[in-house]
């Protein structure tokens, strides 16, 4: 079945430089992407999102791209800011439900 | 437009009681989900639905049962509880499969 491997568990960065997580996935006939945030104790928010026919899209700070010949996609975060701080999970579309991957805790050091 | 609602948000159980966790959204979607998340972890599918009428088995649905009698509402039972059930629960729900999740605000679950 589908997996979706994301790195790194846990990314430790300055406030105002960048942040890169990054996810693999293996089935080739996902087609959406998403990205969710969860602040601590809270449900997961969607952030941002792409479709396999795009390869990439930003929202202010936030940037996803896609590779669909090597099945991975990333989410990059600009001048990272404390409200930053949370974990972040990717998924991937695949027979109606998405794949999650395992998250990533994003911490901001002042 | 409350989005999705669950309820209730906190439920204490003994182990070998029953509850059902309602899950409502007023936004038309067609599919629902329901999933737990334990300390620390990712999202695990328990049970999910492509329209009323139909449910589907995840990931993890041993112990638990659902019904999507109406669009608006999925139902998520634990017949008996048992502590390894000790999680928080989260509803979603979305118009088709290549659109985003709404997440309701989730349910904390203890089994005792």
């Known amino acids: 079945g589908e997996n979706v491997e994301q790195h790194p568990s846990t990314l430790s960065v300055q406030e105002g430089d960048s942040a890169v997580i990054k996810c693999t996935y293996s089935d080739s006939a996902s087609n959406y992407f998403p990205w969710y945030k969860q602040e601590l104790g809270k449900r997961p928010q969607l952030i941002i999102d792409?479709?396999?026919n795009v390869g990439e899209k930003k929202d202010q700070r936030i940037a996803v791209t896609l590779n669909k010949t090597a099945k991975h996609f990333s989410l990059h975060i600009t001048e990272t800011q404390p409200e930053d701080s949370a974990v972040y999970f990717c998924?991937?579309?695949?027979?109606?439900?998405?794949?999650w991957g395992a998250g990533t805790k994003l911490i901001i050091k002042p | 437009n409350a989005g999705v609602t669950q309820t209730p948000k906190f439920r204490v159980l003994k182990t070998g009681q029953s509850m059902t966790l309602l899950c409502a959204q007023d936004m038309n979607h067609e599919y629902m989900y329901w999933y737990r998340q334990d300390p620390g972890m990712g999202l695990r599918l328990i049970h999910y639905s492509v329209g009323e009428g139909t449910t589907a088995k995840g990931e993890v649905p041993d112990g638990y049962n659902v019904s999507r009698l109406k669009k608006q509402n999925f139902l998520l039972g634990l017949e008996s509880a048992a502590p390894s059930q000790t999680s928080v629960y989260f509803c979603?729900?979305?118009?088709?499969?290549?659109?985003?999740?709404?997440f309701g605000s989730g349910t904390r679950l203890t089994v005792v």
């Open positions: 792409i479709r396999s």
């Open positions: 998924a991937a579309s695949s027979n109606y439900q998405l794949i």
């Open positions: 979603a729900s979305s118009p088709d499969s290549l659109y985003g999740y709404t």
